[in-house]
């Protein structure tokens, strides 16, 4: 899932034969369409880390037992982040 349709990753991923769906990663229905509890893993990596935490968090709330891969720098987010998990 990419938020930005014009990032240049879409392509990088597509090439690889990684579907791509331009949507907002922190959406729970969204997640639950894409039949998140299936999943091995849940990647949130963008580059901004509130929104890796959101997406962690949707992810978890629809799939309580995710791993999770989280992106998240050294900052007070991540130091918050840490006490919700």
Do not use: C, K, M, W
Not at 69 to 84: I, K, P, W
């Amino acid at each position: 899932v990419e938020r930005n349709p014009n990032s240049p990753y879409i392509e990088r991923a597509r090439v690889a034969g990684i579907p791509v769906l331009v949507a907002d990663g922190v959406d729970r229905a969204l997640l639950q369409q894409l039949s998140l509890t299936r999943a091995r893993a849940l990647a949130a990596v963008t580059s901004d880390d509130l929104s890796n935490v959101a997406i962690a968090v949707a992810g978890l709330a629809v799939a309580p037992d995710l791993q999770v891969v989280l992106r998240a720098g050294d900052g007070d987010v991540t130091a918050e982040t840490r006490s919700l998990f």
